[in-house]
């Protein structure tokens, strides 16, 4: 028989697969599945995927367990609110011809905060809404010190309006979780029930066997959207009076704001240290190693040879500009040279020396403080710096208007987008930087572009 496998002997295959198999040399060959594990190669760049950005949500619940827990034993706790509420106030006023009604008001004040942190725990707990704390109760002294600051205490004073606003809430809560359904339930079994119950010489129209359970399939199908709002109501609620004021907030904000600017102007003096230390001093260091040597050659001869010394003196004068140069771009990084001339100066400059074109459209009526141009400058020039580095941008706009006591810095490139704070691009610190001085950053960042940055801030700090 001929052979047409083209190998040796031994490997052949017969031609009969079944004579084959049983010699015991015909084995079925079947591709072997190798995983492959993702190397990247030498030449290519090795690029670590956000999968953060790119992960596909996860699908969210109807209705999540906490709030349908929420829903139903709220009520009992928000029943218990409004009658210490209730029970405060109409023991206070009656009390407050007397010595006692101010002190019990206060006590009550601060007996709503202690409720307002309950319900707090409660509203992050089941319905997943972390609420911050509102400030403590400034400390006074003495007892009219105590009385003053629990009277005067605007984050009592929200707990309590709290505590009797929760009161409608849990009910409407209370409603479309248990008593909705109920309902539907009973709407979808009128039938059955009319049939049962009902005596057999009562005949029941074909529309109310029809109409009720499709009426109950109808609020039952309602169910999870109006327990979806009702949960979002005590969310609401929640952050409005539970939380700290607005003017707690900015409070907090701006604490955190100078704490991170404090920090980072320490960082950036220590940077300024080291380059002072490592570069400046070396340098002059090294004219002053040059100097040496060229006064050693005059005074070791009476004719000392020029062609060393105009060598030692060529050293000297290059190493001089390279301290001067050095110094510059030290004293650059601590206030900008072109803000000497004004903001529209320097950010012109700034414009002319992007590697990515840019185009500048300036509205200076007028002249903020110099520290918000600082800031504006800096912001300025770190986003075209990202523009550059990040973005993949052809052409970039800068956009300011300062006018009413505002502000305003626009930047916008025609790059990939995706721009996002933690991307480790530097805006971040631009948010901290803006931040300190009472303004804010907005980013607008979509995949595929166009990225575009907002900083408002006030023209006097």
Request: hydrophobic share 45%; with cysteine.
């Amino acid at each position: 028989m001929a052979d047409h496998s083209g190998g040796p002997a031994g490997l052949r295959r017969a031609a009969d697969p079944e004579e084959a198999r049983r010699a015991g040399r015909f084995r079925p060959r079947f591709p072997r599945f190798r995983p492959r594990l993702s190397r990247s190669r030498p030449s290519e760049p090795r690029v670590r995927p956000r999968l953060s950005r790119f992960r596909p949500p996860l699908p969210r619940p109807a209705v999540r367990p906490g709030e349908v827990v929420f829903a139903v034993a709220g009520l009992p706790a928000a029943v218990a609110g409004a009658v210490f509420v209730f029970a405060m106030l109409y023991a206070g006023t009656l009390l407050a011809v007397t010595l006692i009604g101010l002190p019990l008001v206060a006590a009550g004040l601060r007996g709503a905060r202690v409720l307002g942190g309950l319900h707090r725990r409660a509203v992050a707990g089941l319905l997943g809404e972390d609420v911050p704390g509102p400030e403590p109760v400034p400390p006074a002294p003495g007892v009219l010190g105590w009385i003053r600051a629990g009277l005067t205490d605007p984050s009592g004073w929200r707990a309590l309006l709290y505590l009797v606003l929760r009161l409608p809430a849990g009910l409407a809560a209370f409603l479309v979780a248990v008593v909705l359904p109920a309902t539907a339930v009973w709407l979808i079994g009128f039938p059955v029930l009319v049939h049962v119950l009902a005596p057999h010489d009562r005949a029941v129209p074909w529309w109310a066997s029809v109409a009720g359970p499709s009426l109950g399939l109808v609020l039952l199908a309602a169910v999870p959207a109006a327990i979806r709002r009702a949960s979002g109501l005590n969310r609401r609620l929640a952050r409005l009076l539970l939380g700290p004021t607005s003017g707690q907030r900015r409070m907090r904000a701006l604490e955190r704001s100078r704490h991170a600017l404090a920090a980072e102007n320490t960082e950036a003096l220590r940077s300024i240290e080291r380059d002072l230390h490592d570069g400046t001093q070396a340098e002059l260091v090294a004219i002053a190693m040059t100097l040496s040597l060229a006064d050693d050659a005059l005074g070791a001869r009476p004719d000392p040879a020029p062609d060393r010394l105009s060598v030692l003196l060529a050293r000297a004068r290059t190493q001089t500009d390279d301290a001067i140069a050095g110094l510059r771009r030290i004293t650059r990084g601590i206030n900008p040279v072109p803000l000497d001339a004004g903001l529209g100066a320097a950010l012109r400059s700034l414009a002319m020396g992007s590697p990515v074109p840019a185009g500048l459209r300036l509205d200076l009526r007028e002249r903020p403080d110099p520290a918000i141009e600082r800031v504006v400058y800096f912001c300025a020039a770190e986003l075209l710096t990202n523009v550059a580095r990040h973005s993949g941008a052809d052409t970039a706009t800068v956009e300011v208007v300062a006018a009413h006591g505002r502000v305003r810095l626009v930047v916008t490139d025609d790059g990939r987008g995706g721009a996002f704070p933690d991307g480790g691009s530097g805006l971040t610190g631009l948010g901290r930087r803006v931040e300190a001085v009472g303004g804010t950053i907005r980013i607008i960042s979509p995949e595929g572009g166009p990225t575009t940055v907002v900083a408002d801030l006030p023209s006097t700090v």
